[in-house]
């Protein structure tokens, strides 16, 4: 779906809590802790790389003043996040409107409980092999 007419985050009125002259900031929700963002373009946009740079721009401005306001108050940190999954169907946990996550986090919080402190062993050591590989896509 990638009709603005449909997309929830095209027009979002009443929920945009901050915004510049590209971006603007709402509340998740869902959300998956207290003071997570949704920070966005105001135009309709699915891909990252189609972001203009005034676009980008203005997203990590909203992104650094909402991290500099929700530090010591909702958490000791945040986690930036921005997920591009076009394999998923739109539905209530995603939207085709490109978002970035801001996630307020504290040690041994909420995620961490719950999620987290299972992902330990999804690590793996990058060997030499791999990271040649994918070295060679960036050139």
């Known amino acids: 779906m990638s009709d603005t007419i449909?997309?929830?985050f095209c027009n979002p009125q009443e929920r945009v809590l901050l915004e510049n002259g590209q971006a603007q900031a709402i509340l998740s929700d869902p959300r998956k802790v207290p003071g997570h963002f949704l920070v966005m373009p105001?135009?309709?946009?699915?891909?990252?790389?189609?972001?203009?740079?005034?676009?980008?721009?203005n997203i990590f401005?909203?992104?650094?003043?909402i991290e500099q306001r929700v530090i010591g108050h909702l958490g000791e940190g945040c986690d930036i996040r921005q997920?591009?999954?076009?394999?998923?169907?739109?539905?209530a946990l995603k939207v085709n409107h490109l978002t970035f996550h801001v996630i307020p986090r504290s040690q041994d919080d909420y995620l961490y409980s719950?999620?987290?402190?299972?992902?330990?062993?999804?690590?793996?050591?990058?060997d030499d092999a791999e990271r040649d590989a994918v070295a060679k896509l960036l050139k």
């Open 6 to 8: 449909d997309c929830p």
């Open 114 to 126: 719950v999620s987290e402190k299972y992902e330990e062993g999804l690590f793996a050591e990058l």
């Open 61 to 65: 401005a909203l992104i650094a003043d």
């Open 42 to 57: 105001k135009r309709h946009v699915e891909k990252p790389w189609e972001l203009t740079e005034i676009e980008l721009t």
């Open 83 to 91: 997920n591009y999954r076009p394999y998923l169907k739109q539905d």
